[in-house]
């Protein structure tokens, strides 16, 4: 059986214009709020029409020890050329950590199917 982990794609941001991009500071401090950003298309544009567009990004924060990661955001992006509006996979989020872990974002394609990436943070 395969896993479902092994639909995500990856790869280098700057040279692939489906992998999320991730904005966040290396180093956050305990219990102060912290903005995440993401994004899809930063280097090179990815599409934005009916045809071809991220449906959605997800984002993760998965705590150094902990078991499982937790959701800190989901945004579904519903507008592709409904009477000429357009969203953009951008988003951001504000939240607060205890401690050091990994942030994880996915996204969704509608042609090119899931994507992901990750980045570590440090909590002073």
Known sequence: ?????SLYQSGDWKGEKHVPVIHI??????GEVVELRVNIGEEIPHPNTLE????????YFHGEGD???VEIGNYNFTSHGEYGVFTE???TIKFKVEKSGTIYAASYCNIHGLWENSKKIEVE
């Open 1 to 5: 059986m395969e896993k479902f982990g």
């Open 52 to 59: 071809h567009h991220i449906k959605w990004i997800k984002a």
């Open 25 to 30: 500071s290396d180093k956050v401090k305990k």
């Open 67 to 69: 078991k499982f990661p």
């Open 89 to 91: 996979p951008d988003l």
